[in-house]
């Protein structure tokens, strides 16, 4: 599908034929409330003697701000996408920046799997919209508005992607790959064996596949500037280990390396729309399988940088992949901050549901720009506490920690507290924990049912 | 345990306690006992690991050149930053540590510390405030334990220079003190002795300490359309009660502070029963209810200057032929309707009408609530914060504050629209559940619901109430978790 941005026959909010504003209000005249209230995200197609005609409601002119004009967008997509109309025609008599935004709503949510997975496309998946033309009075100004949104969501397309490919497509050096073909982005395979991140190396034992730390450089300014660390969990497939999961659902664990793909598309943003930062992006790959190779219950792993782990759960893996992600970024890369991102605890689902992903922080600056980012952004963010007075659950008895604990209790934050460990107190670290937003149980605005790309658009703007 | 204070002996006897801060810095009585042994106490502390951080202890006995029995030195650590909430400690720790060492008596010298904001005074009922807590204990029903397995020591004596001021001090903290023993003793209490009617007589007892106190039965209820409330009762043999209580220390005609607690005698889950593997401690799922009571114990005990109301909503949730059952709407005291999902979400249905009755009848300045509402709490923020919902910033702020000044802490988690589609109903106005995930979320977004406007805030206590370990100045068991933190709230901003 594309987007593209043209004037109006004439000024949007007086033009002759078709002259959407005198048209609509037509239209409006014909409907009674209970049609149509002109709400935000209403949107409600009319077939007239001209052809289709769709209002569209906007609510209050005051309350248009970035985040409800992407979602009248998407929602226009979602609900004009399979109507049978192949051009679309959008004229809101809105300003460029506000029409770029209602192009990036639509382009948010005008995302599928990719077809490769069927042999022929369902039916109920056909989109008929191929063109959706956005009206106003300044389209080049909309256009370059656009070109940087543009450049996130495709990025954010990517992630999906990455995260709703199969556990035998998207294997760990299918992930490599992938992350190799990243414009602009210089990538560097850590072979964990030879580099000492055996808690790495540990989780992913088990598989046929070997696992790796990806490293991807973004250079977008000069060679002193100390970049910022984004680390992300890329398990591709986690069957939980020897600790084995139950077998519903279990399929949804092609998911786990959402961590890692939300990384590889905010890489994939910043390179694109040329950002003068430097970015360093660490993505711990490997796949969590069982075998007669697999780590056990109770092995003693010692990490990079010494710490040793007594690995209790095979299935609380994601932590001791970062770890030594977060070990290893912060010895050789001289982070300005440190911000990793991982589909780590079924807890964080318990205690904050599907709306906000848990947000823990050594640096109260650093949180503040990150919840303000996701506010902005609609990827939203909870601060939860990290102290020492939940040490004791991950005091092992003969290692120096242990990976969790078999108590009920909080485990996202008995994670966050165990991943402190591997992070220097000196180096502004933020940890996100998406399990419960990575993927969407039912539609949204700006992404349908399945992954969402969670953290590409939240890491851009607090980058940015 | 007694507690007094008391001028500093010049040659002290019996069992003595000392501070010593961080780097063997022995305090003026430390120093003086030192000089009279010879150097002895410092002989002592250069021959052992005992460097004076917090809470180290090192426990010399019948110390030569001295008339003491036991010296027990205290780590304090470093003097600045040595606050009410560190002296508190430190009284704990000396209970902790001889509580059951066999002496009857023990004296406690306090001198300043320097570094500290505190005065001597300040610290010396601090100390006591601290010592008190720690010293309780729930033995009523223990009718053959041993003599050595009980506590030996009766009498703690504070020794400071300004002892007099120090004793007035105290007088407020031994008064919050009596609150928390009640909330503590409310709680331990096992369901067959505290149920509504008897539990509703606690409350009735406070009139002794000046409390005005209500009590409301099924039929007013009933009258007043509390369905939710009702709805929980009406399987049990025990007769539901809704209490209200007043404390009118303020200005006549002042907007009272409100507090609402949930209190269910015995929750077994109803219909929707639950698992037998720890049912027991369901016994305390009235906390929230006795953290009101304490609290308005302590306030009126202390004769706190300002106007309070106390309600508390007592139900005991039980399955039987009239209980009621998944599926069932309920019509609240607000006019709005529940469908019960599951009858083990009881406390919010309780809340729910409580609340709206507070505030209806009232008109508070604000409304908080405290009830151990719901498990996901618990894997939420475990056992060291308790979860704080409010629709108001700045009292969400006093709450955050009030708990770090005296170590029961609250986090803040959303009250957010989004989370509110969980809790929509097919056939009613809105379910009394919404799922697990989120869990504790959507049950304030219930209780948001039957908010009107009021400035709220909702703590659930479910994973802090009761203790498996024993903290600084709350042994195992009960915590009385609120009466403290809502005690320093009214007292640092509502009371004139």
Redesign the interface.
Known sequence: MRIRFASPPGPVSARALPAPSAEAEALLARLDQNDFKAEPEEVLPILTGEGWRILVGLGERAALDDSALRRIGGNLFAELAQAGIVHLAVGLDLSPEQTAQVAYGVLLRAWRAPAQYRKTPDEEEIWHLAEVTMLCDAPDMARTCFARLEAVGRAVHFARDLVVAPGNVLTPPAFVDALGKIPGIELEVINPNKAGLNLLQAVGQGSQYKPALAVLRYRGAGRKDRPAVLVGKGITFDTGGISIKPAKYMEMMKGDMGGGAAVAGALMALAARNAPINVVGVVAIAENAVSGRASRPGDVVKGYGGLTVEIIDTDAEGRLALADALAYAAKNFTPSKIIDLATLTG?V????????AGLFATSDALAEQLFAAGEAEDEKL?R??L?D??DDAIKSDIADLKNCSWE????H?HAARFLQHFVPDDIPWAHLDIA?LSEAAEDGPLAAEGPTGFGVRLLDRVLA | MKISFAKPASAPEGALVVTVLEGRLLGATGQALDAESGGALARALAKSRFEGKKDQTLLLHAPAGLKLDRLLLVGIGKGKGFDAKAAQGLGGLVVAQLGGSGDAEVTLAIDLVEGSSLSAAEIAANAAFGAKLRSYRFDRYRTKEKAEDKPSLKKLVVSVADHGDAKKSYQPLEAVAEGVFLTRDLASEPANIIYPETLAEQCKALSEQGVEVEVLGEKQMKKLGMGALLGVGQGSERESQLVVMRWNGGAEGDAPLAFIGKGVTFDTGGISIKPAGGMEDMKWDMGGSAVVIGLMKALALRKAKVNVVGVVGLVENMPSGTAQRPGDVVTTMSGQTVEVINTDAEGRLVLADALWYTQDRFKPHFMIDLATLTGAIIIALGDQYAGLFSNDDKLADKLIAAGKDVGEGVWRLPVDDPYDKQIKSDIADMMNVGGREGGSITAAMFLKRFVNGVKWAHLDIAGVTWSKKDGPVTPKGATAFGVRLLDRLVADNYEK
């Not at chain 1, 689902?349 to 906000?356: C, N």
């Not at chain 1, 009920?408 to 485990?411: E, K, N, S, T, V």
């Open positions: 807890a689902e318990i205690a904050l549901g599907f709306e906000r909870w939860l506490p102290t007075l939940y009920r209790g909080p485990d934050i419960g």
